[in-house]
């Protein structure tokens, strides 16, 4: 089945599949060890026509956010869909028994980038979203790079999620 969206844009099938196994997880495992992804939009799917959203990068780093930060700052535009795990300042706050882990979806556009372009991401980011809706804590549009700091999309986490929080 295909999700798309208003722009035309489509997820590779590929991708999606990825996605789905990720977000299943629920948190990162031994046996799944990823911990963020990153994807962008390309020129036609497999069966499209249309831009095609498509899995750019995974990673598997202990601490993900500053790696997923400098990737999407790097490239002006993107997605990334990761796991937000909290520090010990941040683990503090949560309830012991409740989760520690949160999935977090970003839509990346450099304010600096041509307006066309920044359309085309905003409006497909909707394809994904559609994806992992059920299990996302947070979903955040990112302009500028004073946007992607670990505080805001900690607060954000807090803000969407209060009955995590003491």
């Not at 997820?11 to 629920?26: C, G, K, Y």
């Not at 911990?35 to 069966?47: A, H, P």
């Not at 400098?70 to 010990?88: Q, T």
């Not at 085309?120 to 394809?127: D, E, N, R, V, W």
Request: glycine share 4%; net charge neutral; hydrophobic share 35%.
């Amino acid at each position: 089945m295909s999700t798309r969206t208003l722009s035309g844009t489509t997820v590779d099938p590929e991708s999606r599949a990825q996605l789905e196994a990720f977000i299943q997880t629920e948190r990162p495992t031994a046996k799944n060890p990823t911990t963020w992804m990153l994807f962008d939009i390309g020129k036609k799917c497999q069966e499209d026509k249309d831009h095609c959203i498509k899995l750019k990068e995974t990673g598997t780093d202990a601490e993900p956010f500053d790696k997923v930060v400098s990737k999407l700052v790097e490239s002006s535009y993107g997605y990334a869909v990761m796991f937000f795990l909290p520090n010990e300042e941040e683990k503090a706050l949560i309830e012991t028994s409740k989760e520690s882990v949160f999935l977090v979806f970003i839509l990346w556009t450099d304010d600096n980038g041509p307006v066309k372009k920044k359309m085309l991401y905003a409006a497909s980011g909707q394809a994904l979203k559609t994806l992992v809706s059920e299990k996302i804590k947070v979903c955040m549009q990112c302009n500028d790079k004073s946007d992607l700091v670990r505080s805001n999309i900690f607060e954000e986490v807090k803000r969407k999620n209060p009955h995590l929080f003491r």
